[in-house]
C-alpha cells in the first residue's frame, strides 16, 4: 500500500489567454519540488478541474508525470455519472500514479448506501489507491461517521483528505488506523498532525511550502512550540488563501509572486482588489 505522508500540493492549473501555461505549470512544480512536497494532486478542486475537458485533465497529467515521479502524483476524479466516471478512471489508470482522489457524487445526494456502492464500484475498478475526498459542503452529501469507517475497510482505500468538519470523526479514523488521514482544510493541518494524522493535501502550500514541511517534520521530531511556532507564522495566509472560492486567492498570490498570471476559467472569478490588498501585507510577513 502506497505512503501518503507529508505535505501534498492540491495543484493550480496555471492559464495564459485561456490555455493551459505548461510552462508556467513546470516552473511552479518545479519550485514546490525544491522546496521538499511529498507530491502533487493534480485536477482536483484548486486545478479548477469542473472548467477542464478530459482531454485537458489528460493532458496535465501527462505533463505533471514528465516532472515528478509518479509515486508523488494523484489524480482527482471526480463525477455523479458513475459510468462516465469509471471509463475515465481507466484512462487515467493507463499512466502510473500514486492514486486517484475521488469525492462523493455531487449534486445527486445519495444515500448513505448510495455512497457505499459508489465508493465500493470506484475502488474495485482501481487499480491505483484511492484517496476518499470527504467535503460535503462542495459534494452537497455528508459521509457519515460509521459509513465512512465501513468504505475506507476497503483494501484499495489508503487514505482520505478530510474536509468533513467533524473533528471526532477525524480522531476515529485515525484511530482506527485503517487509512492515513490527511487534513483538508489548510487551518487544521497543525491539528491534524497532533493526533496522529498523515499530514495533508494543501491548497495554500503553494506559497511558502518549505514552511509546511518543516512544521510536519517538527511535530514528528516532537518540538510541538516549535511546529506551533511555524503554523500560526502561517496561519495569517491560509485565512487569506481561502477568502474568496478557491483557487482565487492563491493564484491572484502566485501571480502577485510572479509564478503564474492571474487568470481563471469563468465562472470563477480574480480577486476583488480589498482581497490584493490583504494578500499584499501577508505575503509580506512570510518572506524571509
Given at each position: 500500500m502506497s505512503s501518503f505522508r507529508g505535505i501534498w500540493v492540491a495543484l493550480v492549473t496555471p492559464f495564459r489567454a485561456g490555455e493551459i501555461d505548461f510552462a508556467a505549470?513546470?516552473?511552479?512544480?518545479?519550485?514546490?519540488?525544491?522546496d521538499g512536497v511529498a507530491g502533487f494532486v493534480v485536477c482536483g478542486t484548486t486545478g479548477e478541474a469542473a472548467a477542464l475537458s478530459h482531454a485537458e485533465q489528460l493532458a496535465v497529467l501527462d505533463a505533471v508525470l514528465q516532472w515528478v515521479p509518479s509515486q508523488r502524483v494523484i489524480m482527482g476524479l471526480a463525477g455523479n455519472n458513475l459510468r462516465e466516471l469509471l471509463a475515465f478512471q481507466q484512462e487515467v489508470q493507463q499512466r502510473p500514479l500514486a492514486g486517484v482522489l475521488v469525492p462523493a457524487p455531487y449534486y445527486i445526494r445519495p444515500s448513505q448506501q448510495g455512497l457505499e456502492a459508489f465508493f465500493r464500484q470506484v475502488a474495485d475498478a482501481s487499480t491505483v489507491p484511492?484517496?476518499?475526498?470527504?467535503?460535503?459542503?462542495?459534494?452537497?452529501?455528508?459521509?457519515?461517521?460509521?459509513?465512512?469507517?465501513?468504505?475506507?475497510?476497503?483494501?484499495?482505500?489508503?487514505?482520505i483528505k478530510d474536509c468533513g468538519g467533524d473533528a471526532e470523526t477525524t480522531m476515529a479514523l485515525i484511530a482506527d488506523g485503517n487509512v492515513e488521514v490527511l487534513a483538508g482544510e489548510d487551518v487544521q493541518i497543525f491539528g491534524n498532525l497532533c493526533l496522529g494524522?498523515?499530514?495533508?493535501?494543501?491548497?495554500?502550500a503553494h506559497v511558502r511550502a518549505d514552511l509546511y514541511?518543516?512544521?510536519?517534520?517538527?511535530?514528528?521530531e516532537g518540538d510541538l512550540p516549535g511546529a506551533r511556532r511555524t503554523f500560526y507564522r502561517l496561519l495569517p495566509w491560509m485565512q487569506a488563501a481561502f477568502a474568496e472560492p478557491n483557487p482565487a486567492a492563491v493564484k491572484a498570490a502566485l501571480a502577485l509572486q510572479g509564478q503564474i498570471d492571474d487568470e481563471l476559467r469563468e465562472p470563477m472569478q480574480r480577486c476583488a482588489p480589498a482581497t490584493l490588498e490583504r494578500l499584499h501585507g501577508v505575503l509580506a510577513t512570510l518572506a524571509d
Open positions: 505549470l513546470q516552473a511552479l512544480v518545479g519550485k514546490l519540488l525544491e484511492v484517496v476518499l475526498y470527504d467535503i460535503p459542503y462542495r459534494t452537497g452529501v455528508r459521509i457519515e461517521r460509521e459509513t465512512l469507517r465501513r468504505i475506507v475497510r476497503h483494501p484499495r482505500i489508503a487514505a494524522g498523515a499530514g495533508a493535501i494543501s491548497a495554500s514541511v518543516h512544521m510536519q517534520r517538527l511535530v514528528e
